[in-house]
């Protein structure tokens, strides 16, 4: 922050106020930070949101990080289980959900992994969240794109849904 320094600052230093005037004046790391990662606004400095927080790292400086915007609408969460065909892809499934989802996909990961014990069969659940940068997303917008991205998950990638 910046100002005119306190009279009683002044006094505390052995300078006379009604002589000595002071300003203070300073740029404050928070707005070098927003500068250096693209932050638009410094309340998120104070927030403890972990979607603003994961983003930077003690490496963030030297991976030239840009901060990535997040929604204030609530997230729509969409499960996906699975059993997987020789050769999956985690990467080919994701690629699948951001086609389908665009910028509504916020996230995908991976919540649980399973083979079974007798036949060997692998299984995989991933936890697709959906999320609107503009608006509030519900159940009956969402689901037909998720319905679309499982038809083309089983189509395309030879997967059994569970």
Request: charged fraction near 30%; hydrophobic fraction near 40%.
């Amino acid at each position: 922050g910046c100002g005119v320094i306190h009279h009683e600052v002044l006094r505390n230093a052995g300078l006379d106020p009604e002589r000595v005037h002071g300003w203070a004046f300073g740029l404050g790391l928070e707005r070098l930070a927003m500068k250096l990662f693209g932050i638009p606004d410094i309340r998120l400095f104070w927030s403890e949101d972990r979607r603003f927080t994961d983003q930077f790292d003690a490496d963030a400086f030297k991976d030239r990080v840009t901060f990535k915007p997040f929604s204030k609408f609530p997230p729509v969460f969409k499960d996906v289980s699975m059993w997987l065909p020789e050769g999956f892809s985690d990467n080919d499934f994701c690629e699948i959900i951001r086609d389908e989802g665009g910028d509504q996909v916020e996230k995908v990961e991976l919540r649980d992994a399973f083979t079974h014990p007798r036949t060997g069969r692998s299984s995989k659940m991933f936890r697709v969240t959906w999320r609107d940068m503009y608006q509030n997303l519900t159940h009956e917008e969402v689901n037909p794109k998720h319905e679309l991205v499982l038809r083309r998950v089983v189509a395309e990638l030879g997967v059994e849904l569970r």
